[in-house]
């Protein structure tokens, strides 16, 4: 059964305290997650009890919700590690060494406050299938009723608050232990999010002359003007302060932009692209191949296909890419948006480990960023996000279809035209991308004006 009513490309995420994300809700949540990690066990409710982790970014809503799926959880006999306030990356992290049965964050990731989500992770800490997805949903949906135990055999709630200094002792030891970024001025936004204490942390042990901005969280100022949503913020500071590189955290920290010494804000497409590089000299990326997603510069596969690579793509989401990887063995990966997944240290998106990584290959190489990035040379690519009313299938929308069939006849084999619901707001994304920008300009304005008026409320103002 794979039939989706919350789930999204990123997990469950709402509008808090609004129906689906109430505390009620968490508290079924918890006790579907519970079920899961007995049925993964294959066996009875005898012996250890499941254990599942617990973490959350600084969302007020998010100790209200944390707290409903721990009594949920516990109350269908397993035992709960809340870890606090931890990057998603670390939770992921944290799931396989504490020998976890699942992994939940509460987060909402880049978007503003007022929403929060709920995000799982398997025991290798890996996203789960959407086998496993539509298996909660069961629960979710009321279709089964998910575990009740006896008193005696509730589990038990651990605050274990103290794993922020394990995940930080696991990221250090993924930057070589004879060097250090005591030659780097480093400005890191943090978004206010999850990763105000964490980042901070790691790039200061590790020797950095480091400024830090928007890290005094407050329950309402995550991702509020700040972070990876709005770079022009680090930029300004990157320059004002004359620094090497900017960095800057979303939410939950699972993703990470990047900013040279000029100013110039860097996104996924060119982290990949130099980690890329780097990892093909030193002998590190089978068959010289990464994974990217649907919406990922056409540039990066010409940059592989020199080396005898190739990008392999999927859709959108950093699980998806995920998925690719483990199924290929690819060892790099990742979104235009930051997300990065190295394999060799984590089995999820990291910001602050891609971070490290980029600033170990500027002191091994003795190379500004805005050097590094010039390796990848981009197709123009033009976006619009388009507000809809409605999320019918875009090939039964004549005028769509009609429209992106035409345009994709005179791009021909020199660009593409890529059109998707947001999994977590009602917007359809746009992409055109081609060789020509005044001309994928002109056609993306084209494309979002009829979307705009058939699934938009009549609106075509693009």
């Not at 079924?28 to 049925?39: I, S």
Request: aromatic share 6%; with cysteine.
């Amino acid at each position: 059964m794979n039939e989706r009513s919350f789930f999204g490309t990123d997990g469950i995420r709402g509008r808090a305290n609004e129906p689906p994300l109430t505390v009620d809700f968490a508290l079924l949540v918890g006790k579907a997650a519970a079920t899961l990690a007995w049925e993964g066990r294959g066996e009875s409710k005898e012996g250890r009890k499941p254990r599942i982790l617990l973490g959350r970014d600084t969302r007020l809503s998010g100790q209200a919700l944390v707290s409903a799926i721990a009594a949920g959880a516990t109350s269908s006999g397993a035992d709960v590690f809340e870890l606090g306030v931890l990057p998603t990356p670390a939770v992921a992290l944290l799931a396989n060494s504490m020998r976890a049965d699942l992994a939940i964050v509460v987060t909402a990731s880049h978007n503003p406050f007022e929403d929060n989500g709920i995000k799982f992770f398997n025991n290798e800490g890996r996203k789960l299938s959407d086998e496993l997805e539509a298996r909660i949903e069961v629960f979710l949906r009321g279709e089964e009723k998910p575990c009740r135990v006896s008193a005696a055999k509730m589990g038990r709630m651990y605050d274990l608050s103290s794993a922020s200094d394990r995940y930080v002792e696991i990221i250090l030891r993924t930057f070589p232990r004879e060097k250090s970024l005591e030659d780097l001025r480093v400005v890191l936004d943090c978004a206010n999010g999850a990763a105000s204490r964490t980042s901070p942390q790691i790039l200061e042990e590790l020797g950095a002359n480091l400024t830090v901005l928007n890290a005094r969280p407050d329950g309402t100022n995550i991702n509020r003007k700040c972070g990876s949503n709005f770079p022009e913020v680090l930029a300004h500071e990157v320059c004002r302060l004359q620094a090497d590189v900017g960095i800057a955290h979303d939410g939950d920290a699972d993703r990470v932009v990047l900013v040279d010494e000029k100013g110039t804000v860097l996104d996924g497409d060119e982290i990949l692209a130099i980690a890329a590089l780097n990892m093909i000299e030193r002998g590190k990326l089978p068959g010289n191949s990464i994974v990217a997603t649907v919406m990922s510069n056409f540039g990066l596969d010409e940059l592989l296909e020199r080396y005898g690579g190739k990008v392999w793509r999927t859709n959108v989401g950093d699980r998806f890419v995920a998925e690719e990887m483990f199924a290929r063995g690819i060892m790099l990966g990742g979104e235009q948006s930051g997300h990065i997944l190295f394999r060799e240290f984590s089995p999820t998106g990291d910001g602050i480990l891609t971070a490290l990584q980029i600033l170990r290959i500027m002191i091994e190489k003795g190379e500004s960023l805005s050097s590094l990035r010039k390796c990848l040379i981009k197709f123009p690519q033009v976006r619009r996000d388009i507000p809809v009313v409605s999320r019918p299938a875009f090939e039964t929308v004549p005028e769509i279809t009609t429209i992106i069939n035409k345009i994709e006849k005179e791009l021909s084999d020199k660009g593409r035209v890529l059109l998707r619901y947001s999994g977590t707001e009602n917007l359809a994304r746009l992409l055109v991308e081609g060789r020509d920008k005044d001309r994928i300009e002109s056609y993306a304005n084209e494309i979002a004006a009829i979307v705009g008026r058939c699934l938009g409320g009549g609106r075509g103002d693009f």
